[in-house]
C-alpha cells in the first residue's frame, strides 16, 4: 500500500492530497481525511492506508497549501487561525476536497465520508454545520467543537458522530453541551462517544503532554478506530 | 435456541432467572441482562438468546421475584421504590445474580459481564460502583445515571459504559455531567455514548410516548448494540 500525492485547487491556491486506492479497478466508497494543526502528515497517510484496507479510497486533504508544513511538536496557531477567525474560508476550502475527491476516477462520487482529528475535527463539522454537499457523513475525532462564527441554520443532513476524550480541555463539558445543543436545534442524526479517561489528542502515539490535557490513550483509539469504521460501514 | 427457568435466591427471596446457552458444552462467558421497572420479560429473553447465538452464556436475571411481575404499560414506582430508596438493597440483589451465575457449570466463572435496561441500567452501574466483585464491565442502556443514595468509594474496577439517548428526560444533561464528574472522581475507565436524536427505552420497539420521553429508535438501537457487542468482545 503506497500513499499517491495529487494536487488540486481551491480557487487560486494550490493544495496537495496524499491518496491511498484499494485494490482492484473499480469505483469504491471515498474518506476524506482531514489534518490536524500541524498539517497533513504521516499520521494522515497511515490513516488513508488503513482506510483503503478496508476498501474506501482514503484522501488525506490539505487546508494548508502544498509547501505549508506545520511544526509537529511547536505552536501552529498562525496555520489555523485565519480559518478560526473566517469559518467562511475554512468551509470553501475543506469543501474544494470533497469537489476534487468528487472528480477522481476511482471515485464513487455518491459515496463520500469524511473524518478529521482536531483541528480538521472542526472542519469535518463545518462541513456538516455548511450543508455537506456531496457527503453522507462526519466524524469528529478529538475536535474543537465551537460552532460559533458560522452563519447557518436549517437542518443538517449529514450523519454526525464525535469521538470525544471528556478530559479535552479544548473541548470542556460547557463546549459538549453546547454542541448537543446546536446539534438537536438543527435537527442533526448526531452522536457523541465519549471516553472517559482520554485527553486531547488521544489518538496521537506522541502526544505527550498530560499537564497540557493531551496524552495518546490506547484504549480510546482503539474503541474509537471500531466506532469510526462501524459508522463508515453504516454511511458507505 | 430457548430459554430456560433456574430458580435462585437472594436471602429469603426467591428470584428465577431465563438463561439461554451458546452450542457446545464447554464452559463460555457470560452476560447478566438485567431488566426495565416492568421486571423480566420477553424483551430481556429475547436478548439472553441473541447473546448466546454471539457464544455468551445470556442471563435475564431478575430484581423481583419469581412471581411478581410489573405492568409493561403501566406504573411500575412501587416495585424499583423500595430498590431506589434502598441502594445497598439493591446492590446485594443484583450480587445474588452474579453469584448465582457464577455457579452455573456451562459459565466460566472469570468472565462475566452484565448489562441493564433503564432501571437494569442503574443496578448495573450500582454493581460498578459497589466493587464489582466478579464482574469484568457493565453496560446501562438508557439507565438511571444519579448515583446519590450510595455510599461507596475508591477506584471503580469494572469497565464501564452507558449508551445514553441524549433526549433522555430521565438522564437529563445535568445527571449526565454528574455522572461524569462521580466516574472520573472515582478513576473509572468509562464511556459514554449519546446517541443524539434518541429519547428514554430506545431498544423497546413497543415504547411510544414521545411527549413522555419514551419512544423507540430504530438507529440508536441498531447503533447501541453494535457498541455492546464490541464492548463485550474487549470484555470478555
Redesign the interface.
Known sequence: MTVQQFDYRDGDTLLQAGIAFPAGEEKAPAVLIVHQWAGRGEGEHKTAERLAELGYVGIAIDMFGKDVKGDPSGDNSHLIGPFLSDRAALLQRVRAAVTFAATLDRVDATRIAAIGYCFGGLCVLDLARGGADGVRGVVSLHGMLDGHGLEQDGAIAAK?LVEHG??DPMAA?DKV?AF?EE??ARD??????????AMHAFTNPHAAAPEKGMAYDA?ADR?SW??VT?FLA?LL
Open positions: 454526525v471528556w478530559r463539558p453541551l448537543a446539534m438537536g442533526a442524526d448526531w452522536q457523541l462517544h465519549a471516553h472517559g479517561r484504549d474503541r471500531e466506532s462501524a453504516e
